[in-house]
């Protein structure tokens, strides 16, 4: 091995432990929104009876298990969200290093994976895709879009358009993000308008956010991704007898895997697509 790689496994290392960190403060910032959407913040609790959990619940990884698993208060058994999030957290910012090096991409996709794990986890634990993310998350994406655009920074994901006209504008990828941002937000209003329920206007803002981060056209690639995911799952739950049909299965979390998975696959996905029609 040279030098090199020695440090820049070093590095993935202290990313890997960045990520297990990050995703218990996540884990501690998903637990503290309400069922309303509100902020708590607070030790962590039981969301059945309230109990305060012990301080050593919130140690990245191990924190699960040395808290026995189950609630001290009603004995119900602890979601083993946390460790799960901190794993994928971990090693997906170590993925992130290795395949972006440190660069600006690196930072804005650290950005990014961070609001959509956090709403990927208060969307699945309390229905609730949560304004005090979202709002902010929507001129944050915008402005990443306009620095790049101004520093002539090419995202890895943003496409080159030939052409002239209308195609030729979404060069500028402030423009392509705020198209994307448009096209997002408009379908799945549709989509709530004529679903009547079972999406709400939190999955609106959602496209509308992913729209902005991934730019057109790949924001249909991350609702494509979503609606098969989705579909995919809410198949194997209603076949395994997990879930009955009325049941609700929040669409967020789905939304916030196609929107990772467009990040880093999307332009390699839409030109598979295109290759095939
Ligand atoms: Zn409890």
Known sequence: MSADSIFSALIACLFLLLGLVWGAVLNWFAGSVTEEGELRPGPPSCSKCGVKRPAKTLVPLLGYFMAGRRCQGCREAIPARAPVVEAVTGML??????????????????????????????????????????????????????????????????LFFSGSGFMALLNNFFLCALVGGLCGALLLFMVVVLSKGGMGMGDVVLAGLLGLMVGFPLVFI???????????????????????????????????????????????ILGWYLGLI
């Not at 991704?225 to 049909?245: D, F, N, P």
């Open 93 to 158: 910012f170590a993925a992130l290093y290795l395949n972006y090096g440190l660069s600006w991409t690196l930072l804005i996709l650290l950005i990014y994976s961070t609001v959509l794990i956090t709403l990927f986890v208060t969307d699945l634990e309390h229905f609730i895709l949560p304004n005090v993310v979202t709002y902010p998350s929507l001129p944050l994406a915008a402005l990443v879009a306009l620095a790049v655009t101004l520093a002539h920074y090419r995202l890895p994901w943003a």
């Open 222 to 268: 991350a609702l494509f991704l979503s609606i098969l995911a989705g579909g995919i799952i809410a198949a194997a739950l209603l076949i395994s007898g997990r879930k009955k049909r009325r049941e609700m299965l929040p669409f967020g979390p789905f939304l916030c895997i196609g929107g990772i998975v467009t990040l880093l696959w999307g332009r390699e």
